[in-house]
């Protein structure tokens, strides 16, 4: 049940996109569509904002997209705004009946 | 609303036990909770996990043999119990609701609790 590996760091300007990956193994990410995707801004609770790999709660800003090719699911915001400065954590079921999350990353927004 | 609201901050020495609430309120009961965890600027650690129904849990490996949630069905509070505490175990922890997309998705959390463990 080792950690999902995600980037620490990720920037990008005003308008622009960024891609944050999430690798884990064929026992996890490989092997299921049950990968999600949380945000969390300093101070706060995470908030779901992927499940299923692609799909986003109500609410949601169409602007986070998620996506899976083999063992590494990636989370895209496009249209980088202020507000979506925070750190980045993805999950994945596992073969153990479990889930387990990814170290996060930190969005910075130049 | 959906509101998890858990109990206060607590302050252990090594190798006590700390035992954590979690009140649900806001829904029906019948999702599953989750326990997580988060070490000061550090990322989420997956615990546990409890069927409100079956009272049936599971537990991440890490924590086997360490950690216990249960329920009160007549209260519908859920708690989670660490024992062996180790200044490692200083972190905020978080209770959270099954979603109903998936019982493996969080889509509610409680304010966190606060473990510090020190001598």
């Known amino acids: 049940q080792s950690a999902l590996t995600q980037p620490a760091s990720v920037s990008g300007s005003p308008g622009q996109s960024v891609t944050i990956s999430c690798t884990g193994t064929?026992?996890?990410?490989?092997?299921?569509?049950?990968v999600s995707w949380y945000q969390q801004h300093p101070g706060k609770v995470p908030k779901l904002i992927i499940y299923?790999?692609?799909d986003r709660p109500s609410g949601v800003s169409n602007r986070f997209s998620g996506s899976k090719s083999g063992n590494t699911a990636s989370l895209t915001i496009s249209g980088l705004q202020a507000d979506d400065e925070a750190d980045y954590f993805c999950?994945?079921?596992?073969?153990?009946?479990?889930?387990?999350f990814g170290g996060g990353t930190k969005v910075t927004v130049l | 609303q959906v509101h998890l609201v858990q109990s206060g901050a607590e302050v252990k020495k090594p190798g006590a036990s700390v035992k954590i609430s979690c009140k649900p309120s806001?829904?029906?009961?019948?999702?599953?909770i989750h326990w997580v965890r988060q070490a000061p600027g550090q990322g989420l650690e997956w615990m546990a996990i409890i069927n409100p129904t079956a009272g049936t849990t599971n537990y991440a490996q890490k924590f086997q043999g360490r950690v216990t949630v249960t329920r009160d069905t007549s209260t519908t509070t859920f708690y989670m119990e660490l024992g062996s505490l180790r200044s490692e175990d200083t972190a905020l922890y978080y209770c959270?609701?099954?979603?109903?997309?998936?019982?493996?998705?969080?889509?509610?959390w409680g304010q966190g609790t606060l473990v510090t463990v020190s001598s």
């Open positions: 959270a609701r099954g979603s109903s997309s998936g019982w493996y998705y969080l889509d509610f």
């Open positions: 299923d790999v692609d």
């Open positions: 064929n026992s996890d990410i490989g092997a299921y569509k049950y």
């Open positions: 806001g829904y029906t009961n019948g999702f599953y």
């Open positions: 999950s994945s079921y596992t073969s153990y009946t479990t889930p387990v």
